[in-house]
């Protein structure tokens, strides 16, 4: 790592203060001449440590991506760093931390076979920094000479030429890079360019030569305009007389690279998240996360940064000429330090980061058109009458039954295509019948009744004082977005649950389930558009990652994910701004005291487990009390498992007491979510609600007992979202409970927990009437007191005001 006192005696400046670097190696400068005259070229070599091969491309070069996630397979990248990203914000020196991210970065994924080159800025800092300590140095001097002390006067400096910045400067940049990639044991090479150089043909032909040999050996071209020479840029009144850095050419360099070099992919890094619709920081401004040729009418373009002349509108230009000629751009922030670190890496992983720029532009809306629309009907339909949801969900019932056999074959298509590539617990899942969707048209009535006390029910009134009274409502969250895997059934619950409360619904199915979720979609807006509010529930059928989605924190309330327990950790880990309402896991336990009923806990046990072994409520640990070990009553419990082909693992405990024990288990905390459980032995209740707290997911858990006693410590001791006494855990399901659906069971201990139906997705707002009254009427010196009367709430209750 670069070490302070070696940037001092590089630069012959003063030791940088903030951004360290850590350690870097000495450098070793090495002049190896161009085979074209008109090129600057300087590489360091570590043969023994460089590795030499060739990296094939994926493709034939001629049209770009289409979509974000095919970057992934970009070979040869571009990366251009401008002043903004390189420079610090004084503009004189560089920004030595980030810098040293990004060049990780690019060793990071030039050593998984792609193949990089950088255009960059920062020769004009650069020098800027070293002149300048230059010009300081030599007037103290001077000025020590003719006074003959020490003491130094104010000095003025000149205003520093930008040519001269350039040459001063040059050389400090390179070596500064050499010595970053030096340390990953990585070449680099450095190459100088002037527009004139791409204008005749045998210069633009031998730097073409140049750079394919450069890469042919794994050595990382950085490219940069020849500022020493090029036209002086206009000086920027901003700062004050003080010529700025050019990066004039540079847009137009990295595009021109790009398409010469048949670059798959150009990365420009500004100091902006991306392009926006209109000038970032103005109220309306949107980030677009995809631009396509012929939507610049639509772009406001705003003022240009504080260091270069090119601006957004010179970058748009050029990403569009590079597009044109078949190399895909993305115009993203480097400057930001929370995304610095990973910003490439993540474009190239074909993450929603910045502007992607795109010819082909899709025939539905985006993602965030599907939002807005949603949003804007979802109010709507907030705003009808309790009636009109009513009648909405009861058409949607009635739908699921007429057109049966349009779902039933859709279906039919998907678990063809899916019996190869699903587990048998993930095809049931998968899988829908006749029965099912009469079930589905049951519960979706019961949703209807329920919502007509739903939105807008008074839950509490009081008068704040005489004439000014205040009332809590129900109102709907938003806009919802449901992440579900292989369960079609989830789209038509979810949805009238979501018209029940009023909100805005973003669904996002698995690619397995794609056909039914399409049919299900349709006949969802079929029903909604009996009251003009069809888009109130969108689905997404683009190739949005789930990670993007859990990036849209502006336009999403709430993230609810339905499926395994590896995708809800997964948006709980990405939706880092967006709450999340759902469990990860479902390891629930049954607890058999030595009071308990033999028939009862043969029957609880039996369902629990093998009634749907899948399911997020089915039993995965079975405690039992010590007295019970060698009773009847624990060998018909191991008899019925063999019988049930269930696969049994002994916990710690368990497995001391016998001889001969089945496998021990690998974890007490694992959801096996198959025909598989764990036993382990307890010495008593309370060691049993221990062990729970200790091991379980907080989801559902039972005691089978006669002992009333303690089945009601049981219950009041456990903190689990469910608790049931003699009841299988397969109870803990929204249609069991009677809310007609669920949305899913949450295991939070905040907003609704267990089974959450309609009540869980509604908020309030307190709604306060008055008549002119202030808070400082209310003060010492005020007239008014308060007195918080409690008033009755009555069913439909409107508030009127008392005069």
């Not at 299900?520 to 509010?533: F, N, R």
Request: glycine content about 6%.
């Amino acid at each position: 790592m670069l070490t302070q006192s070696i940037y001092s005696s590089l630069t012959g400046f003063p030791a940088w203060h903030g951004s360290s670097l850590g350690a870097f190696p000495a450098l070793s400068l090495h002049a190896d001449p161009s085979s074209s005259p008109f090129l600057t070229l300087h590489a360091v070599r570590q043969w023994s440590n460089v590795p030499f091969f060739t990296v094939p491309l994926a493709r034939a070069h001629g049209k770009s991506f289409a979509h974000r996630s095919e970057l992934r397979q970009a070979k040869r990248i571009v990366v251009k760093l401008g002043s903004a990203v390189v420079t610090r914000g004084d503009e004189c020196g560089l920004a030595l931390g980030r810098l040293a991210s990004i060049v990780e970065q690019v060793v990071l994924i030039n050593r998984n076979g792609r193949e990089m080159m950088i255009v960059t800025s920062g020769a004009v800092a650069f020098g800027k920094q070293r002149l300048r300590h230059e010009i300081l140095l030599s007037q103290s001097v001077r000025q020590a000479l003719h006074s003959g002390q020490n003491q130094l006067k104010d000095m003025s400096l000149p205003v520093l030429e930008a040519r001269a910045c350039a040459a001063a400067g040059q050389s400090g940049l390179m070596a500064l890079y050499e010595a970053m990639f030096t340390q990953y044991s990585t070449c680099t090479a450095q190459i100088l360019v002037t527009n004139l150089d791409f204008h005749d043909d045998q210069k633009r032909r031998n730097l073409n030569s140049t750079l394919h040999e450069l890469l042919r050996m794994n050595i990382v071209p950085i490219i940069n305009t020849n500022d020493a020479v090029v036209p002086p840029p206009e000086p920027n009144s901003d700062l004050q007389g003080v010529n700025v850095i050019s990066i004039k050419d540079n847009d137009s360099l990295a595009a021109r690279l790009a398409v010469e070099m048949r670059a798959d992919l150009l990365i420009a890094l500004s100091d902006v998240e991306g392009l926006y619709d209109s000038p970032p920081g103005s109220d309306d401004a949107k980030l677009l996360d995809t631009f396509y040729p012929g939507d610049q009418h639509s772009i406001t373009y705003g003022t240009k940064s504080r260091v270069g002349i090119g601006g957004m509108e010179a970058k748009v230009k050029a990403a569009l000429w590079a597009l044109q000629g078949g190399t895909s751009v993305v115009i993203a922030n480097g400057t930001h330090p929370k995304v610095t670190g990973h910003v490439i890496t993540d474009i190239v992983e074909g993450k929603k980061v910045g502007t992607f720029f795109s010819e082909v532009k899709p025939a539905g809306p985006t993602v965030e058109q599907q939002t807005e629309m949603a949003r804007s009907a979802g109010r709507t339909l907030a705003s009808l009458e309790p009636e009109q949801r009513s009648d909405i969900i009861c058409i949607l019932a009635d739908l699921l039954t007429e057109r049966k056999d349009e779902i039933l074959s859709a279906n039919k298509n998907d678990m063809e295509h899916a019996v190869s590539r699903l587990s048998p617990a993930m095809l049931k899942r998968l899988s829908l019948s006749s029965s099912k969707l009469n079930s589905l048209s049951i519960g979706l009535r019961q949703i209807a009744v329920s919502s007509q006390d739903s939105v807008g029910r008074v839950l509490r009134r009081t008068r704040v004082a005489n004439k000014l009274e205040l009332e809590q409502i129900t109102v709907p969250i938003g806009v919802l977005l449901v992440i579900f895997e292989s369960r079609p059934d989830c789209l038509p619950q979810v949805s009238a649950l979501a018209i029940a409360s009023g909100n805005a619904l973003l669904l996002k199915g698995g690619k397995e389930a794609a056909n039914t979720n399409r049919i299900l979609h349709e006949l969802a807006q079929e029903a909604l558009s009996i009251h003009g509010v069809k888009d109130a529930i969108q689905l997404v059928s683009t190739r949005e990652e789930v990670e993007d989605l859990c990036r849209l924190e502006k336009m999403i309330d709430l993230i609810i994910p339905r499926g395994s327990s590896q995708l809800v950790r997964d948006i709980q880990r990405a939706a880092k701004s967006i709450p999340v309402l759902g469990h990860s896991e479902g390891i629930c336990h049954v607890y058999v005291d030595h009071e308990a009923s033999v028939d009862k806990a043969i029957k609880i046990i039996r369902d629990s487990k093998c009634d749907y072994p899948a399911a997020c409520n089915a039993m995965e640990t079975l405690l039992v009390h010590r007295d019970l070990l060698r009773t009847p009553l624990f060998d018909q419990i191991i008899d019925m498992l063999r019988t049930e082909h269930v696969k049994v693992h002994a916990g710690p405990k368990f497995a001391s007491y016998l001889t001969f024990s089945p496998s021990e288990v690998k974890s007490l905390r694992t959801e096996y979510g198959d025909l598989e459980c764990c036993i382990e032995v307890v010495d008593s209740m309370q060691e049993a609600v221990d062990h729970i707290h200790k091991y379980g997911s907080s989801h559902t858990d039972v005691i089978v007992t006669e002992n009333e006693d303690t089945a009601e410590q049981f219950l009041q001791q456990l903190d689990s979202a469910c608790v049931f006494w003699n009841a299988s855990s397969r109870f803990a399901d929204g249609y069991r409970f009677g809310l007609g659906a669920e949305v899913g069971i949450s295991t939070a201990r905040i907003h609704a927990r267990g089974p959450v139906g309609l009540e869980g997705l509604l908020t309030t707002k307190w709604v306060l009437r008055g008549e002119g009254q202030t808070a400082a009427d209310f003060s010492e010196q005020g007239s008014m007191t308060y007195l918080h009367e409690n008033l009755p709430v009555a069913r439909n209750f409107k508030m009127k005001m008392e005069h």
